[in-house]
């Protein structure tokens, strides 16, 4: 059972394009949604986090968007350059309770097109 | 990586032969996560630790087994490996940043079980 749902699987976008990635969560009681970058050869690193009790947080050209009501966050990096290109990951966890153990989303290969 | 070091990086072993993984990390952290990686099925959390000898499941948990008998290693076993458990595993730990609790991942150790 995959708690947290994301797409699309593969995106390809334009230098200088918007890139959208959606996740989509089931459990109310996840508190804590972060999104990771994966490239290859490596293993997954922290690019940006929320809390559900802010509706949008932004870092730089990578901004996620919280909506509470529907059980949705997404990713959207502005301005998107070839060093871009990787696999994005949303996850989710409740947090101390759990053991902060995070569930993922089934991951986004994203290619920016020079 | 954040001083987490995954050993061996590459293996190949045949179904039916008993496998260990090493994660050993210098940071003193207590939470230790093993999660394996997939197509299509994001990262999935194997087990975690909480403190030496103190290990849980995760989601994914039938046929592997742990063991940390310190603070830095979290040994992930295959008793007898299967052809469906080649993937690539990673190993993470879980440290403070700017209030939240992060997981910090190791490079990841590719397993090949033919």
């Known amino acids: 059972q995959q708690q947290v749902k994301q797409s699309p699987q593969s995106l390809i976008v334009q230098k200088g394009g918007i890139s959208i990635i959606n996740c989509a969560y089931e459990?109310?009681?996840?508190?804590?949604f972060p999104w990771y970058q994966q490239f290859p050869g490596k293993g997954p690193a922290l690019l940006i986090a929320?809390?559900?009790?802010?509706s949008e947080k932004k870092e730089g050209r990578f901004t996620i968007s919280f909506n509470k009501s529907a059980k949705q966050f997404s990713l959207h990096i502005m301005d998107s350059q070839p060093g871009d290109s990787a696999t994005y990951f949303c996850?989710?966890?409740?947090?101390?309770?759990?053991?902060?153990?995070?569930?993922f989303g089934e991951g986004t290969q994203l290619t920016v097109n020079p | 990586d954040a001083g987490i070091t995954q050993s061996p990086r590459h293996k190949v072993t045949e179904t039916g032969t008993p496998v260990t993984l090493r994660c050993h990390q210098t940071?003193?952290?207590?939470?230790m996560y093993w999660y394996r990686q997939d197509p299509g099925h994001g990262l999935r959390l194997i087990h975690y630790?909480?403190?030496?000898?103190?290990?849980d499941k995760g989601e994914v948990s039938d046929g592997y087994s742990v063991s940390r008998s310190k603070t830095e290693d979290f040994l992930l076993t295959l008793e007898s490996a299967t052809s469906s458990q080649t993937s690539v595993y990673f190993c993470?730990?879980?440290?403070?940043?700017?209030?939240?609790?992060?997981?910090?991942f190791g490079a990841g150790s590719r397993l090949t079980v033919l």
């Open positions: 929320i809390r559900p009790d802010v």
């Open positions: 996850a989710a966890s409740m947090g101390e309770t759990s053991g902060s153990r995070l569930t």
């Open positions: 459990n109310t009681a996840f508190d804590y």
């Open positions: 630790s909480y403190g030496v000898k103190d290990t």
């Open positions: 940071e003193n952290h207590r939470y």
């Open positions: 993470a730990i879980r440290g403070r940043r700017a209030g939240a609790n992060v997981l910090t």
